[in-house]
């Protein structure tokens, strides 16, 4: 059985929720109470040292980090539509997990929980992230309609969250059109399933 | 043929480098000049629209970032040494791509940056971030000899880098004696390559 521990306003966590729900995988929720500090704790810890959530738990192999859970679910349960045998797509789908890890983390969603949850942060930094990656995004989903390939892939799930929830972090998402053309795209997936605070059509 | 779009300083393209090196591939190297801008020129966003280096042509199949050019070259080239069939080791080598992506880039990485180049950073929030990745990554190699499995797999060639060049960034590297253990592990195998400013046994 496959158990995620979650938490319900992480956009991290939602990327894991939602390709469950595309892969129509069943799965138990175990939510860690992060202002009780749960994720600090040694039960925690022990599951991810990096102390935060996602982590999931699939008949007692644990994996953390939400780039990583989207490879795992994809390598096992997803078939070749999710996981290319292909050298070149498969790079492709990485560099877009990099850039979920790096810029989508350090710029829209740093900004979100700066804004929502008021965690101090150098808002002129992630600002200038969160417009750089935003822009490129945009630029890149003028010519395809999906990050890599032309169906979706994790890259598309693992950048996705946290570009539309970049409206709680003070983001006018409305100046990129190719990456709302996008969302629609993602929103008409079967299983598609949303949570608070989304860009809802 | 290979080309690497390359800067010596770098320590991405480093972990491009010893990866080429380690599998044995024959490669040319394109510098790029990046104190002249040609990074932000029309050529390389061509390439890379985020303007970095390294970049990896393979015969017209154009790669951007760091982890997807070692997961390209592990795949393509690497045998299951290098790319193993099963999803856990792959989600395990994932986790520490994301980590490479994100803490060492936005620690150690961003340090020396700083120290070396002058860049203007938020000292503290680098200092933070680098000393829990070191504490972390030195924890988990008290345990086991490689960051994933029992030999070397990308996770360890995409965190080595800049952890070795720390001591250029102003951390203490000789604080983490099994990070220490690991660099002497890595620097034996066959094929191992350095750089100017690396740490050196």
């Not at 790096?102 to 600002?127: C, M, Q, Y």
């Not at 950048?159 to 539309?164: C, H, I, K, Q, R």
Request: glycine share 8%; net charge negative.
């Amino acid at each position: 059985m496959i158990t995620l521990y979650d938490m319900p306003l992480s956009g991290n966590c939602h990327k894991v929720r939602l390709l469950l729900s595309l892969l129509d995988l069943p799965y138990l929720i175990q939510a860690v109470d992060l202002r009780g500090g749960e994720q600090r704790g040694p039960a925690h810890l022990q599951r991810n040292p990096f102390g935060q959530v996602p982590v999931l738990d699939d008949d007692g192999l644990i994996i953390r980090d939400s780039q990583a859970i989207l490879v795992y679910l994809a390598k096992r349960y997803g078939g070749e539509q999710w996981w290319p045998d292909d050298a070149y797509p498969l790079a492709q789908i990485a560099a877009w997990l990099s850039t979920a890890a790096n810029e989508v983390a350090n710029g829209p969603a740093k900004l979100r929980v700066h804004h929502k949850f008021g965690s101090p942060i150098d808002t002129a930094a992630a600002g200038q992230t969160a417009d750089k990656v935003l822009g490129i995004i945009d630029h890149h989903l003028q010519r395809q309609d999906w990050l890599v390939g032309d169906s979706v892939s994790i890259a598309d799930i693992a950048v996705y969250p946290y570009l539309a929830l970049a409206p709680e972090g003070g983001l006018d998402i409305g100046a990129f059109p190719n990456i709302i053309a996008w969302f629609q795209r993602i929103c008409a997936l079967p299983g598609y399933v949303t949570m608070p605070g989304m860009w809802q059509a």
